[in-house]
């Protein structure tokens, strides 16, 4: 059973400091890797989704980097803002006969200070 | 504006009653899910509708149930059942039920059980 872990659960930074988030997931048999972003009390947000075969996708000042053979994603933030401030989710998409399915990790709660 | 609508945000119910979470969404999509979020946890998948009139079981079903019979909408019915309905409920969509597609949420339901 995929099982996905994120650390750390929680990250304080200041304000314009670059940071990684990390992922792990037990079986690299995946399709994809998505990210998501969760503000306090709403729905999710996608990020970034990077497919099995790519190494890793960028947008804006995000960077997904993908590596199956070790089972692990990072997530880069570069040059924080408080706006940054949420919850972040990793989801690996697993490979089974029932389509798209994802296991999820328990996020790291992001805070940027001023 | 195209989205994915759930109501109510906040519901309340009373031991022993069933309740019906409503999960709308105008994007065309042929894939709808329903997740749980508990705090400290990832979200669990509780039921997956890839066409009209089908579903499946996800790792969570017990206490729950659905129906698909129109594209645009996916209820989910929390029954008297299921012993720790108290949750954040979360429905997404994907355009196909290929492993690919970024899942699309909705805002969420917050359910209580009094």
């Not at chain 2, 954040?88 to 209580?112: E, M």
Request: glycine residues 10%; neutral net charge.
């Amino acid at each position: 059973k995929q099982e996905v872990t994120q650390i750390p659960a929680a990250l304080s930074v200041p304000e314009g400091e670059n940071l990684v988030l990390n992922c792990s997931f037990t079986d690299s048999a995946i399709y994809n890797l998505q990210w998501f972003r969760q503000d306090p009390g709403k729905g999710l947000t996608s990020l970034l989704l990077i497919q099995s075969s790519q190494r890793e996708q960028t947008s804006g000042r995000l960077n997904a980097s993908l590596d199956k053979s070790s089972g692990r994603s990072t997530l880069y933030i570069a040059a924080s803002q408080p706006g940054d401030s949420a919850t972040y989710l990793c989801a690996a998409n697993i490979l089974t006969g029932g389509g798209n399915k994802l296991t999820f990790g328990t996020g790291t709660q992001l805070k940027v200070e001023l | 504006d195209g989205g994915i609508t759930q109501s109510p945000k906040y519901l309340f119910r009373k031991e022993g009653q069933n309740v019906t979470l409503s999960c709308e969404q105008n994007l065309n999509h042929d894939a709808m899910y329903w997740y749980r979020q508990d705090p400290g946890q990832g979200l669990r998948l509780i039921y997956y509708s890839q066409i009209v009139n089908d579903f499946q079981k996800g790792d969570i079903a017990e206490g729950y149930s659905v129906s698909r019979e129109k594209k645009e909408s996916f209820p989910l019915t929390v029954t008297s059942a299921q012993k720790n309905p108290t949750a954040f409920y979360l429905c997404a969509s994907t355009l196909t039920s290929g492993s690919a597609d970024t899942q699309y949420f909705g805002p969420g339901t917050r359910l209580t059980v009094l």
